[in-house]
């Protein structure tokens, strides 16, 4: 099972970033799929979810009307696109992919990548 992020950089407040997380090793239209992030000296934070065929989707208050995100269940990725940047964005962020079934939940995550907003 890989999560495999990228898209990540430094870019200036106001520009845009997207995200990318590819997936390999499970039957990724099965799992709803997430983004977090985590600033230094701060608790990961759930930024973005979407459902496993994309027919809802979900924002923390600080990101909505700024990030969008989206998933191709043909080419197992999900995305997310950042505008609008702030430098309060600051963070490596995380895909995740979740399960529920009887039992308990199944999830996996990705290694990360960084995410840096700063004039």
């Known amino acids: 099972v890989q999560l495999v992020e990228s898209g990540g950089g430094l870019v200036q407040p106001g520009e845009s970033l997207r995200l990318s997380c590819a997936a390999s090793?499970?039957?990724?239209?099965?799992?709803?799929m997430s983004w977090y992030r985590q600033a230094p000296g701060k608790e990961r934070e759930l930024v973005a979810r979407?459902?496993?065929?994309?027919?809802?989707?979900d924002y923390a208050d600080s990101v909505k009307g700024r990030f969008t995100i989206s998933r191709d269940n043909a080419k197992n990725t999900v995305y997310l696109q950042m505008n609008s940047l702030k430098p309060e964005d600051t963070a490596l962020y995380y895909c995740?992919?979740?399960?529920?079934?009887?039992?308990?939940?199944?999830?996996?995550w990705g290694q990360g990548t960084q995410v840096t907003v700063s004039s």
């Open positions: 995740n992919a979740l399960r529920s079934r009887l039992g308990g939940a199944i999830q996996y």
């Open positions: 090793g499970f039957t990724f239209s099965s799992y709803h």
């Open positions: 979407i459902t496993s065929i994309g027919d809802f989707t």
